[in-house]
């Protein structure tokens, strides 16, 4: 029985670490002439512009009829407030619906007597075999071809609101960081990150969790990449993307980009031993050399996006991030090259030491509150 509930965890995980890009591809696959980056460029775009309007809390509805016609103004570029102001003063309980062409300007749009609802736009997504986005208090959501790509709005409650209010800009990330850091990774209480004596066979016990306190599960980086993207998600309110690869084919493993255009790129690293599928121990990460090759990577990052930004249209790296996990054994500080530290938009200062011992609830509580 506990090999076959470990076999079903394991597999729902590489559901839930699905990247975005595959998913995509994935969707997108057969009835569509827009592709992953493309489709990841127009919420991005239509982000930063909904943002002016989504507290108003009207729902609106966008279906991209990738149709070849004749069209007005870019979706991403459009001036809601008039709509909205027509919406809010003449018949607060309609709502409207924009159709967009090929090249994502609007092509008509008409009004809706009642209040347009996610649940519609799946229904119009599924029927008509089309991308449709819904753009609400809290964000996008996007259906493709019925099926849910990306959800913003799904919210139980008013207290969602009112914790979307209390979320952080990208610029406060040292913020982030630190809360990320003492809610989930410092002391691992959810016991996501290392391994636990349940998770191997009693016969393994001496060469692997006995000897290794601090010995991580197989792969890590998984966890510690997605739950860093799942906790800027809940409490960033900004744009954030998973593995982004920009046209230079640098991939960041995580971008995240504010309102006014400024880029913030996560390159995520981890120290110490993990357990391998046969049991074994892996130990090539267990020094700071695997630190300090992200450092070199962020630079190689800034300077393409510095050289390649007015070429290829892309905004450069406004801040460049090294998140380290560092679960050594020792609290050991990391030396990094200084022409890469004097940098001033890169931050190699971000370093979570990962303790592991048994602690009880006061003094968690105390630990977390300084």
């Known amino acids: ?17 699905e990247t975005s890009v595959l998913r995509l591809e994935r969707l997108l696959k057969n009835n569509h002439n827009i592709s992953p980056g493309e489709m990841t460029q127009l919420g991005v775009k239509l982000n930063k512009n909904w943002n002016n309007f989504a507290k108003y809390g009207i729902g609106i509805c966008i279906i991209l009829t990738e149709e070849e016609c004749e069209g007005q103004e870019l979706i991403y570029k459009y001036d809601f407030s008039k709509d909205i102001q027509k919406i809010i003063k003449e018949s607060p309980k309609c709502s409207k619906i924009y159709y967009l062409n090929d090249k994502y300007e609007i092509s008509r749009m008409k009004y809706q007597d009642d209040s347009i609802t996610i649940s519609q736009c799946s229904n119009i997504s599924e029927k008509m075999k089309k991308i449709v986005l819904y753009l609400g208090i809290r964000g996008i959501d996007i259906f493709i071809d019925g099926k849910l790509f990306r959800s913003d709005d799904f919210m139980s409650s008013y207290k969602d609101v009112i914790g979307i209010r209390k979320m952080l800009g990208i610029c406060d990330y040292e913020k982030l960081i630190q809360c990320f850091y003492d809610e989930d990774i410092r002391y691992d209480i959810n016991k996501r990150y290392f391994l636990q004596r349940g998770d191997v066979p009693k016969e393994y016990h001496a060469s692997t969790i006995d000897k290794y306190p601090k010995l991580l599960k197989n792969r890590p980086e998984q966890y510690f990449h997605n739950d860093f993207v799942r906790y800027l998600k809940n409490n960033c309110y900004d744009t954030v993307i998973k593995e982004y690869v920009n046209t230079t084919e640098d991939r960041y493993d995580v971008l995240v980009i504010n309102e006014e255009n400024q880029m913030y790129v996560f390159e995520i690293k981890w120290l110490g031993r993990s357990i391998t599928t046969g049991m074994k121990i892996f130990e090539n990460y267990n020094t700071s050399e695997r630190a300090v090759a992200g450092a070199y990577q962020l630079f190689d990052y800034v300077s393409n996006a510095d050289k390649y930004s007015e070429i290829f249209l892309e ?14 054994e020792k609290d050991t500080e990391i030396e990094y090259p200084k022409d890469i530290a004097r940098i001033p938009n890169i931050d190699l200062g971000k370093r979570l030491f990962m303790e592991k011992e048994k602690l009880n609830a006061s003094k968690a509580y105390f630990d977390t509150k300084r």
Not at 2 to 17: F, G, N, T
Request: charged share 25%; with cysteine; proline share 3%.
């Open 315 to 328: 905004y450069p790296i406004f801040c460049a991030i090294l998140l380290v996990f560092d679960a050594r």
């Open 1 to 17: 029985m506990k090999d076959v509930l470990s076999e079903y965890i394991q597999m729902a995980d590489r559901v839930l670490e």
